[in-house]
């Protein structure tokens, strides 16, 4: 069982990887370079950031930040659940993709929302990442959708249960 630490939190993965809480300026960057390539950098400030409660985690591998996720106190559309949040931002370096990064972020960001006594993560995933969420515990919502210049997503969904949130 782990255990659930307040933010700002620092998780030692292994011997080579760290996750810790991060300011959002640092996660902007990661951003940019994977998920906005080919926009203007303000792309990469999302709605919620820099809100009070709003989560941002970064994974180090040997000391260089190379991923990145962020959460924010948001209901998905069309709910007015206030133990919904947003996960939104994840991003990994393409050099430092395949090694459990994405994963163990996106888990921090879960147990961020556990530690808040939070019923839903959500997100909006890009259709070709639908395999890397439904292997943590997400599940799509609804249909399939076209966001402009990212392409196709779903509203993707993981509950977490009042057992989950007592741990």
């Known amino acids: 069982m782990r255990t659930l630490k307040k933010h700002p939190l620092t998780e030692k993965i ?20 994977v998920l906005r390539p080919n926009r203007p950098f303000e792309t990469t400030f999302y709605p919620g950031d820099e809100a009070a409660g709003s989560f941002h985690a970064g994974a180090f ?9 962020s959460v924010i106190h948001e209901p998905p ?6 133990g919904s949040w947003r996960l939104c931002g994840v991003a990994v370096l393409q050099d430092f993709r395949s090694k459990g990064l994405g994963s163990q972020l996106v888990q921090t960001c879960i147990d961020q929302v556990k530690w808040r006594a939070g019923s ?3 997100c909006r995933a890009r259709s070709k990442a639908l395999d890397f969420y439904r292997r943590l515990g997400f599940q799509a919502q609804g249909d399939e959708f076209s966001i402009p210049e990212s392409g ?3 509203i993707m969904a993981r509950s977490i249960t009042i057992n989950e949130r007592k741990q």
């Open 14 to 33: 292994s011997s080579d990887i760290l996750i810790e809480a991060i300011r959002v300026e640092l996660a902007r960057p990661v951003r940019k370079i």
């Open 61 to 69: 591998l040997h000391g260089k930040l190379c991923g990145v996720a």
């Open 77 to 82: 559309p069309g709910r007015d659940d206030p």
């Open 120 to 122: 839903l993560v959500w």
């Open 152 to 154: 196709p997503h779903f």
